[in-house]
Structure formats: C-alpha cells, structure tokens
C-alpha cells in the first residue's frame, strides 16, 4: 500500500507551508499554459514566437502573483520581485543595444 504526502512540496518553496505555492493553484496554471500553447498550431500570424512569449510571459507574471500572494521569499525571488518592480517603473538601466551591435 502506497501512502501519498498529503504536503508535496515544489523546490522553489520555503520550508514553512504558509508560504508555498499549492499545488492545485500550479496545477491550474499549468493548465492555462498548455490550453493557450496547444492553440499555437491555430495562430495565423507571421510571429508564432511573439505569440510563445506572450503565453510564456503570462504563465510567469501568473505564477509570480501567487508566489506573491502567499508570501513566498527567497533571495532569487525577491531578486526577480525588485527588477519586476523596475523595469515596470521604468527605473531598470539597460544598457543601449542597436541592430548594429548585433
């Protein structure tokens, strides 16, 4: 007989469960991302790859908000918490590439 852990745990969580993400919440997410990735074969545009990303971005600003939302704290997440910050208040130094640097 097989005894399931009631408290699975992801590796990006904290050791308190308080602050994990569920895994019904990453499950749904999960889904959300295959459902719009499994439309890509239907995606009439000439940029198939900015479509990926939008679904890529959208699954890490999802799974970011829970993360949030549950208190999750690690250095890298608060690290990716800070530059999200920036780069949305128009704050983040990037330095200045052109199609000539390329």
Known sequence: MTHRNP??????????????????ALEGLLDTLLQRLNHLQDVRTDYPCDYLARCKAGFTDALIHELEASNHHS????????LRDAWDCGTLDLPNVTETDL
């Open 7 to 24: 408290n699975p745990s992801f590796a990006f969580q904290g050791p308190s469960p308080s602050s994990a993400l569920t895994p019904d």
């Open 75 to 82: 250095p890298a997440f608060d690290r990716l918490i800070q």
